[in-house]
């Protein structure tokens, strides 16, 4: 019809209007990056590393990623003690934009003995970037490396996961095994194996597991989420096993804030109406 013509017009004007809008507000950011680009090949090095650490500090990861990268392609660059601390910064700039293919390439750069202690976080983040870009074949070669050396908890975790998305569940409750009690990613791993026990109908032994996960010191966002979801996970199995009660604890322990909160009310309420179903 002619009115609904027009309505589709005017929202296409108004999309073409945003996207100029937007385009206008990226276009000082590009033309910033542009000329630290131009400006960075007239710094000494040394000037270059300050400004990129600066700049990594105060979360500018786009400006520090451009020094970083610009230091690391430097051949001059690469006899100097700092070259591997540049190449972890750049990486994690990298990683921390989101920009995944690119950051694995430098994770890589990394992943080598001769890198030293920055050779077990190159290795976690590249199983990370596996499972979150889908993309298993690049991280095949170190499966063989991190199964059986002895690893810092967070990279076990990292490998555990990736083992976990790639449907190897019964090496991934291995992994997740060995991540040591009061670690950072513990909490995290006991989440992974309460699935994993859910997933195979042992539901008294994924209580537990939840039970562990959410016992466990919340140090950051991340960890509050992994709370919550330990403690709605709990409650939903409680609720399969016919705990109904425990399962209201449960439910009723998770936090307004949390990601988990909206689902914690919906099954609460099937829960009272299960409590409350005749005898």
């Known amino acids: 019809s002619p009115d609904r013509a027009a309505e589709v017009n005017r929202a296409l004007a108004k999309i073409q209007t945003d996207t100029g809008n937007l385009e206008d507000s990226l276009a000082p950011a590009r033309a910033d990056i542009a000329s630290l680009v131009a400006r960075a090949r007239e710094f000494p090095i040394e000037r270059r590393v300050l400004d990129a650490e600066l700049f990594f500090e105060m979360k500018d990861y786009d400006k520090a990623s451009t020094l970083y990268r610009d230091l690391v392609d430097n051949p001059a660059f690469r006899s100097s003690p700092g070259f591997y601390r540049a190449v972890y910064k750049l990486r994690e700039s990298l990683y921390l934009l989101r920009n995944y293919r690119t950051a694995r390439q430098y994770f890589e750069m990394a992943a080598v003995p001769m890198a030293g202690a920055d050779f077990n976080h190159a290795v976690a983040r590249l199983f990370e970037i596996a499972v979150l870009t889908k993309d298993f074949a690049a991280s095949e ?3 063989t490396l991190v199964s059986t050396a002895a690893l810092p908890p967070e990279t076990l975790y990292s490998f555990g996961k990736y083992l976990f998305h790639r449907g190897r569940k019964v090496q991934a409750a291995e992994t997740f095994a060995r991540v040591q009690p009061g670690s950072v990613p513990y909490a995290r791993a006991q989440y992974f194996l309460g699935v994993i026990d859910s997933n195979a ?7 537990e597991r939840f039970t562990t996960a959410a016992n466990q010191p919340v140090r950051d966002e991340g960890d509050f989420e992994v709370h919550s979801m330990a403690l709605l996970s709990k409650a939903r199995m409680q609720y399969e096993l016919g705990r109904f009660q425990d399962a209201l604890g449960s439910f009723q322990q998770v936090e307004s804030k949390s990601k ?14 299960k409590i409350e179903e005749p005898k």
């Open 141 to 143: 070669r170190f499966e």
């Open 201 to 207: 109908k042992r539901l008294d032994s994924a209580v």
């Open 260 to 273: 988990a909160f909206l689902d914690s009310l919906f099954d609460m309420a099937w829960t009272y109406l």
